[in-house]
């Protein structure tokens, strides 16, 4: 077996550049030595501060994209038990930032696509989208790449991102969606005064609750086919008042909505600015949507992918929705899309790591996909 036919080497590779978004640290570079090794024309795409790369070998269909990233989040201020830039492997076990999420899935695919192009020429094509801006805010990464695919006749007829998705079991679990997010600040103004005589006054914390309270007096749904209920978290409610006697001019909250296909962020925004009017005549209300939701429905293209991974696997993995937000949400707008990936258990956390036999073996899943889709 070659060096690029077994995941770890590369994986190493990758985790010892500490690409903390926005750095890239070496990684494209990395990457493009071994892709360019396998027959792979490779384009670096540079946005902003944001290195990425879209590789294909092939010019016919099928053509399979996978997608992933190579940044990483900080390894924080604990002590790991090797260092988070090492890439060291202890008792079997690969360690390292970026291990399980995900240059860990990157090594493994690129050991996949090593052994199938191997076996000679391939039928259809086989590329990737590796981003350094997942992490991040996600502007200058994959949503500018797929923008650049579609302009130069790249979009594939499936995508399969690299993310980790399994909690349990390697090959337990396949998302096939993401609820959307949205974020919203309030802020609701009233009139200053004292305590002692509110009726010159107009409390605006009074109007914050009692929106607050109808917001969250109800569940948004009860779930859908496919993705369990809409949810509605407060994050954050401040007055920043430190007097006692003073009513202020302003109370503000935060809140984060998790939600399904039966909402989109126009008709949540709708909502929740009809809603804080009913008790507040005066208010600000500021949204942000990170994503919408998105399904790609079950059919053909995920029964290869779930028959592929139960094969190789000896699991029958289970199609899921939950979770947060991935790179996925903006694929869903030009090709189907899943995830599937490592355990996710220890992703972000310290002491990432994953085992060197489940890191192989997800290579292994890599490669019987491919084979399926190829066929």
Known sequence: MSDLQDPLPLAQALIRCASITPADAGEMDVLTGALETLGFAVTRLRYGEIENIFARIGTEGPHICFAGHTDVVPPGDANWAAAPFSGEVRDNVLYGRGACDMKGGIAAFVAAAARHLADGAPKGSISLLITGDEEGPATDGTVKVLDWMAKNGQVPDFCLVGEPTCPVRLGDTIKIGRRGSLNARIAIHGTQGHVAYPHRADNPVHRLVRALAALTAAPLDAGSTWFEPSSLQLTSVDVGNPATNVIPAAARAALNIRFNDRHTGASLTAWLRATIAQHAERFDLDVSISG????????????????????????????????????????????????????????????????????????????????????
């Open 292 to 375: 919408e939701s998105f399904l790609t429905q079950p059919g053909p293209m995920v029964d290869t992918l779930k028959n592929a991974i139960a094969r190789e696997s000896g699991v029958e993995p289970k199609l899921d929705t939950g979770g947060g937000t991935s790179d996925a949400r903006f694929i869903a707008n030009f090709c189907p899309v899943a995830e599937f990936g490592l355990i996710g258990a220890t992703m972000h956390q310290v002491d990432e790591r994953v085992p060197v036999d489940e890191l192989r073996a997800l290579a292994g899943i890599y490669r019987a996909v491919l084979a399926d889709f190829l066929a």
